[in-house]
């Protein structure tokens, strides 16, 4: 069994900065993958960005140069760095990790508001 737990959201302006955080504690495998989607009250959960065991990521195209995915192997930690905040990134931002199976924290709400 794996769990999830997630950190760092909250109420920021627009152009302001957050920094998630998600570690991870269970049966945690060498070879994983980490990332993180977001769900906006009636839309759909997507994609926001991945990063592998071996530190290939992927964004996706609504986040490109704003966010910044990385990871600390020793912990296991994953965080993702947004900046550039805009309106329509406020969501409740998942935390996922994948191994033969697919883990999820419980999110957490990033509101971006003047």
């Known amino acids: 069994q794996v769990q999830l737990v997630e950190s760092g959201g909250g109420l920021v302006q627009p152009g302001g900065s957050l920094r998630l955080s998600c570690a991870a504690s269970?049966?945690?495998?060498?070879?994983?993958?980490m990332g993180w989607y977001r769900q906006a009250p009636g839309k759909q959960r997507e994609l926001v960005a991945i990063?592998?065991?071996?530190?290939?990521?992927n964004y996706s195209d609504s986040v490109k140069g704003r966010f910044t995915i990385s990871r600390d192997n020793a912990k296991p930690t994953v965080y993702l760095q947004m900046n550039g905040l805009k309106p329509e990134d406020t969501a409740v931002y998942y935390c996922?990790?994948?191994?033969?199976?697919?883990?999820w924290g419980q999110g957490t709400q990033v509101t971006v508001s003047s």
């Open positions: 996922t990790l994948r191994m033969l199976s697919s883990y």
């Open positions: 269970g049966s945690i495998r060498r070879i994983y993958t």
């Open positions: 990063i592998t065991s071996g530190d290939s990521t």
